[in-house]
C-alpha cells in the first residue's frame, strides 16, 4: 500500500461523529475522524512497515499520524526520527500515546524519556512523562534502576501541581504507573500519591477526568496485579 491509498482508505473510514470528539480533544485539520477499531482494520494489511510508518507521520494528519504509530517498526526506528515524531506530535492523543507507545518499545525509550521530561515544550514532556510509564509497565523489575524512579517520584511529588496542562496528567500517571508496576516502589508511590492529592488538569470540553492515583494503585493491590507486565505498550 502507498500514502495515497491508505490515506483513500482512511477517508472511507471517516466518521463525523467521530471527528467532532476528536475536535474537542484537541485535533485539528486536517484529518478525517477514523475510529480506532477501523485504524486496526488498516493495520492487519499492512502489519510493520518502516518506512511507510514515516511517511503517515510526515503527512500531518491526525488519522495517519496515529495509524503510522500502529505500524512502526520499533526495531528500526532511529533517536532522530522519534525526536522527530515527538516534536511533531501535537496533541496528546499522538504525543502521549502514539509516540510514547514506539518509544517506550524501542532501544531508545528510557534515554528518549529522560530526555524529553525536561522538555519546556508541553507535548515533548508529556510524551516523556508518558513515555517512562509504558517503559516501566514492559521492563522487568531486575532491568530497571529502581533508585532512578524513586528519584522521579520525589520530582513528580515538588513539580506535579506547578507543572504544564498535560504534563500534569502524564505525571500522575506515572505516578500509577510506578505503583503499579514496580513492585518496591509500591509502597512510596502510594505515600506520594497520597501527598500529592487530586491533580487538577483542564481536559477542555470533554468528560475526560483525572484518575486518582491513590484509588488506582489500590484497586490494583486488591486485584492481586501489583508487578504484572505487558509485552507490548501499544494497543
Known sequence: MTVDTILKELESYASDDTKRVLLRHGAREPFFGVKVQDLKKIVKKIKTNHELSLQLFATGNSDAMYLAGLIADTS?????????WAENA?????SE???AWVAAESRYGLELALEWIKSPRENIASAGWATLSNYIALKPDDELDINLYSKLLDSVEKEIHHAQNRVRYT???????????????TKKATEISKRIGKVTVNVGNTSCKVPLAT???????ARGAIGKKKKYARC
Open 76 to 84: 528500526k526506528i532511529s533517536k532522530n526520527e522519534l525526536n522527530t
Open 90 to 94: 501535537y496533541w496528546y492523543y499522538l
Open 171 to 185: 505525571m500522575n500517571g506515572f505516578v500509577i504507573a510506578v505503583g503499579t508496576s514496580i513492585k518496591a516502589l
Open 97 to 99: 500515546y502514539a509516540v
Open 215 to 221: 484509588e488506582y494503585i489500590q484497586k490494583v493491590i
